[in-house]
């Protein structure tokens, strides 16, 4: 057989190579032809999808306190009680004002200035203990459960707390103390409730 000089290729093998490659081309030619061009996808409105939260306070009343330059909203069917204070060593303690749910007359939240006094009978639910803001200054709520001094337990096996109690000074340095109360199985209605009237708590002169 007739050898060709070295750095030549066969002429059929030529033919070979330039067929493959004629055909690939081919190939992706019509492929690519073949796809339509790509759109670009139109951002997602989120904003008629994201359900929004109606204010629950919308046809509550504002109260102003009389005794307590404070104000704050209340439920329709809430009532609301005023108690001047006492004078002790010159200074009035324990003026409150105590609002209470007239449908379920366990359920109350009591504000009282300059409290003087102590709590008894109750046991600190430490897990339950929540920083939170009241008119824009920062305070402690704690959840209490009654306890039994006889016994040293708890008065109920529940884990449910029966207690709310708030303590904070404002920016003049006076002191507050709330104390939010609630009947059997009314707690987490009640604490909602709560959360929603101090929401709306104003310190006003």
């Known amino acids: 057989m007739k050898q060709l000089p070295a750095g030549f290729a066969s002429p059929v093998i030529l033919v070979i190579i330039g067929l493959i490659i004629g055909i690939g081309v081919t190939f992706a030619y019509f492929q690519f032809k073949s796809k339509p061009a790509s759109q670009p996808q139109q951002p997602t409105d989120l904003s008629s999808e994201t359900p929004v939260k109606e204010d629950e306070t919308a046809d509550w009343e504002t109260y102003k306190g009389k005794l307590i330059n404070v104000s704050f909203k209340i439920p329709p069917d809430w009532t609301v009680e005023e108690k001047d204070g006492l004078i002790h060593n010159g200074e009035k303690i324990n003026t409150s004002i105590t609002i209470s749910d007239k449908t379920k007359n366990t359920n109350s939240l009591s504000i009282t200035q300059n409290f003087f006094g102590g709590f008894s009978g109750i046991s600190l639910i430490e897990p339950l203990t929540e920083d939170i ?13 009654n306890f039994d001094p006889i016994t040293d337990k708890p008065a109920s096996d529940s884990d ?3 207690l709310m109690v708030i303590q904070f000074n404002n920016t003049e340095g006076v002191n507050f103390t709330l104390v939010g109360s609630w009947g059997i199985n009314n707690f987490e209605s009640a604490n909602d409730t709560f959360d929603q009237i101090l929401l709306t708590f104003q310190f006003i002169n």
């Open 160 to 162: 449910t707390p029966e």
């Open 133 to 145: 803001q009241i008119s824009g200054i920062k305070a402690e709520k704690n959840y209490f459960k």
